[in-house]
Antibody, heavy 122, light 110 residues
Framework: QVQLVQSGAELKKPGASVRVSCKTSGYTFTGHYMHWVRQAPGQGLEWMGWINPKNGDTKYAQNFQASVTMTTDASSRTAYMEVNRLTSDDTAMYYC???????????????WGQGTLVTVSS | QSALTQPASVSGSPGQSITISCTGTSTDVGSYNLVSWYQQHPGKVPKFIIYEVTKRPSGVSNRFSGSKSGNTASLTISGLQAEDEADYYCCTYAPSNTLVFGGGTKLTVL
């Protein structure tokens, strides 16, 4: 079955960077865009951006353009999301979520990873 | 891109129907039939329940239905059950191939 398995929780100091991984299985990795979504404690879902694993094209939400980098490794079927210059406001659960459309961008997220909690604290 | 507007909370009794609204603008909700909805129980991963405004993924109960009028999309849950108590989020395509979520609605089953 389709699965997205994310890396474990992280504790980082302000100013540091964090990279979250999302290892996929059960489908053609290059056939679906991958979205990343953030959820701060007690808050709603916030879309961060997407990456096309077929060619590496990315699109970031305006709030994340300066601090986030999304990449993929097709050989390991893994997507990565790196956040730089962390602040306490970046403390959140980060989810990878597969775009639903095979071979095209559908704009909906059908399969989600289990989430990775990133805590930023000095 | 501003978040879509959802009511903070709605409630209903078992067996009743409730509707959650999701208001955007003429450049997002009003322009594209690409509204999706997600259900999230406390401490759990969001679950995909509606896409392209009205379509249900395989395995999602037909008690969940979606609609859209102008710049407002809606999720209706009929025959309310205790297990429906959760947070619900709408999401839509926005200009330049981006997405935007609503602020979320907490559904309480009385």
């Amino acid at each position: 079955q389709v699965q997205l398995v994310q890396s474990g929780a992280e504790l980082k100091k302000p100013g540091a960077s964090v990279r979250v991984s999302c290892k996929t299985s059960g489908y053609t990795f290059t056939g679906h865009y991958m979205h990343w979504v953030r959820q701060a404690p007690g808050q709603g879902l916030e879309w961060m951006g997407w990456i096309n694993p077929k060619n590496g094209d990315t699109k970031y939400a305006q709030n994340f353009q300066a601090s986030v980098t999304m990449t993929t490794d097709a050989s390991s079927r893994t997507a990565y999301m790196e956040v730089n210059r962390l602040t306490s406001d970046d403390t959140a659960m980060y989810y990878c979520a597969r775009d639903g459309g095979p071979d095209f961008w559908s704009g909906w997220c059908d399969i989600w990873g289990q989430g990775t909690l990133v805590t930023v604290s000095s | 891109q501003s978040a879509l507007t959802q009511p903070a909370s709605v409630s209903g009794s078992p067996g009743q129907s409730i509707t959650i609204s999701c208001t955007g603008t003429s450049t997002d909700v009003g322009s594209y039939n690409l509204v999706s909805w997600y259900q999230q129980h406390p401490g759990k991963v969001p679950k995909f329940i509606i896409y392209e405004v009205t379509k249900r993924p395989s395995g999602v109960s037909n008690r969940f239905s979606g609609s859209k009028s102008g710049n407002t999309a809606s999720l209706t849950i009929s025959g309310l059950q205790a297990e429906d108590e959760a947070d619900y989020y709408c999401c839509t395509y926005a200009p330049s191939n981006t997405l935007v979520f609503g602020g979320g609605t907490k559904l309480t089953v009385l």
